[in-house]
């Protein structure tokens, strides 16, 4: 393996900071929406976390750029840990003066204080997540940081194999009060242990004219400029969104599909092996780069994730799921990977925060949009229609028939739009001028032109 080169022992601490923080920041996600489930059985309630929790994530990336851009970087990952520790240490607090029957009533006042307490102290460590890739710009030589921002899909994948486990240990063991006590002490290490690395890092730009504002508000003309200067750069972003918009389907009929065909035991382990698809495929991007053209690289990787969507769903087979499943965890961190490094190559240092965080807000808005949306439309449309509809009468013979059937067609609708999609994206004049703009080539389109091209 290449080495990674730049001031690689300092990245190395910055990667294993953010590893730990990322893994008890979910840890305490995953956690309270275990226990508000487990003491309320309300379903309403957990959906409530979770479309609160993606709103708040989406309508904070921009804010959260602007003030990775306009402060030093370590100085916002510390405030960053900073707040969440604090949060969590007054959510404990509650957690402890309140009667324990409190938290069995979804409508309980003591119970949604310490759930948003909590829910925003997470969402406070987005900003290490938007900070770690502009330092990535600066601490790794251009050559080499495609290896690195695989290292960083590859603790982006242990977070998530390692979180599910602990929180659902931890919750079973204490409840809540051994995650907290967790919590508290791994941010009080790492807030220690930060404050000890050296971080040479570029002053942050002082904001002037049409831009004074960035640094105080979430500013989102001023990014879109930033972004709109790009050539091609804001049709990346929408195309990002876009798959996310699809992958939304994921969410919200992956597991309902997979409970059809293997036991919840089985589902569950099965997910905890499908997880190292994240791991491995991180290192084999720090281990291989990313090749001459990570603009091509990420929409080839695309079309990949987008045909095994359309063929894991042929039978109604565990296998052919699990198989499905790896490779597409196992490509993620390629188009992850390819979308850092591009934006690392050609937006200025000094604005990446903000580009960072505006992709960040659009790109995961688009998910729960699909999410809630598709989960009607199967349970009301596509499962009747191969269950006992028209669609069962025309194809189930060959294709099978029953509520399984209705999600498996849902999927493979899902990859045929995806591919289309990608293949529109690769013979697009964005595509051709990003590519440029990534290999160096002056961008000769008419500025007209450019104004108007924000989308494929």
Known sequence: MRNIHGDRRTFFHLLVSTLLVSVINFTVWFAITFYVYLQTRSVFATGMISGVFLALTASTGIWFGSLVDHHRKKTMMQASTVASLVLYALAFAVYQV????????????????????????????????????TLVTVLITEESRDRANGLVGTTTGVTFLVTSVISGILVAVGDMFWVLVLALAVLAVAVAHLSLVPVPERPPAAPAGDEAPAAHTVDLRGTVRVVRGVPGLMALIVFSAFNNLLGGVFMALLDAYGLSLVSVQAWGLLWGVLSTGFIVGGLLVARTGLGANPVGLLLAVNLLLWTVTLLFPVRSSVVLLAAGMYLYMLFVPYAEAAEQTILQKVVPYERQGRVFGFAQSV???????????????????????????????????WFGTGP???????????????????AVALRSRPYRRLSERYAGVPDETPKEVQRSEIGL
């Not at 199967?378 to 191969?386: D, G, L, R, Y």
């Not at 399984?404 to 990608?422: C, K, N, Q, S």
């Open 404 to 422: 399984e059937r209705g999600l498996a067609l849902v999927f493979m609708l899902t990859g045929v739009i995806g591919i289309l999609a990608t």
């Open 363 to 397: 790109e995961q808005a688009a998910s729960p949009l699909t999410a809630f949306l598709i989960s009607p439309v199967a349970q009301f449309v596509f499962i009747p229609f191969m269950t006992d509809g028209a669609g069962a009468d025309a194809i189930g013979g």
């Open 98 to 133: 309140t009667p324990k029957e409190s938290f069995t009533d979804p409508a309980s006042v003591a119970l949604w204080v310490v759930v948003l307490l909590l829910m925003v102290g997470v969402i406070a460590g987005n900003i290490r997540t938007i900070a770690l890739p």
